[in-house]
């Protein structure tokens, strides 16, 4: 049965919705509008509804949720380039807690990242006490403990943890996790993608946003640290993200090194 039904009355039967679908499972019947071929794989990623200038088209087979109007204007290239080139890791953060509604609206940005076909297997743990990140952060330390990094690296972290600094998350108000299915191919990708996605929405609230990379390395071998995490049984950790209020306003813009390109 196909997931397409198309309102005849208005469709302009301009082609676009069969010539964006990324699976080529649309096609013209003969009278021009568009249909689902019978051996089509449709991945569900709704660009034949989000491309429709009438609004003539719509797919069955999507999640029962409104779809969101696009923006109409978007900022200028300045804009955007100025606010991507202007974000720094922040590991200072005031004693401020990130929201739960705040959290809510960046978890939405982050799950309308592209994932590999569409899939969209990615799972979010969030950690939004400041007790509990510091569990998290134990942990992680438990294991670097035991894990036979080089003793004089060791020596510098136990001090620094001795002295109360918490090097590995950063005395963050709040942590979030992705995870994927452990057999998942794209997960780091998907992961990363998505991640990114929340990182600059967060960005864009006044949030400062570290990578946990401490944390994400730590949760691929220590099943304390999963289980801390309360990881679903058959995932694993893609990537985690500590995120806060930053202490501290970056005023410039520091140099990087050149471009490496290479044209073709």
């Not at 979010?124 to 036979?148: C, Q, Y």
């Not at 963050?172 to 992705?178: F, T, W, Y």
């Not at 006044?206 to 679903?232: E, I, K, M, N």
């Amino acid at each position: 049965m196909s997931q397409i039904v198309v309102d005849k009355s208005t469709c302009l039967k301009d082609g676009a919705c069969v010539e964006v679908c990324p699976s080529m499972v649309l096609d013209f019947d003969e009278q021009g509008f568009p249909q689902e071929t019978a051996e089509g794989n449709c991945v569900l990623c709704g660009h034949c509804v989000a491309v429709c200038p009438t609004h003539s088209l719509t797919h069955t087979g999507l999640p029962d949720e409104p779809l969101l109007p696009a923006p109409k204007r978007l900022p200028s290239p300045a804009l955007i380039d100025g606010f991507l080139n202007s974000r720094r890791s922040v590991r200072v953060f005031k004693d401020r807690p990130v929201t739960r509604q705040t959290l809510e609206a960046l978890l939405d940005v982050a799950r309308r990242a592209p994932t590999a076909t569409n899939s969209q297997k990615l799972h979010w743990i969030v950690v939004a006490d400041k007790e509990k990140v510091h569990i998290l952060a134990a942990e992680t330390m438990n294991f670097l403990r035991i894990s036979g990094v080089n003793p004089a690296l060791l020596e510098r972290w136990e001090k620094s943890w001795k002295d109360g600094y918490d090097f590995i998350l950063r005395g963050a108000p709040a942590v979030v996790v992705v995870c994927a299915p452990e057999e998942y191919e794209w997960a780091k990708q998907d992961g990363a993608i998505a991640l990114t996605f929340l990182e600059l929405a967060a960005e864009a609230r006044g949030l400062g946003v570290c990578w946990a990379g401490f944390l994400t390395r730590v949760a691929a071998h220590h099943a304390p640290l999963r289980q801390a995490l309360s990881v679903p049984e058959g995932y694993a950790v893609s990537g985690a993200l500590m995120l806060g209020y930053g202490k501290y306003i970056y005023r410039r813009i520091p140099p990087r090194k050149p471009l490496s390109v290479q044209w073709l």
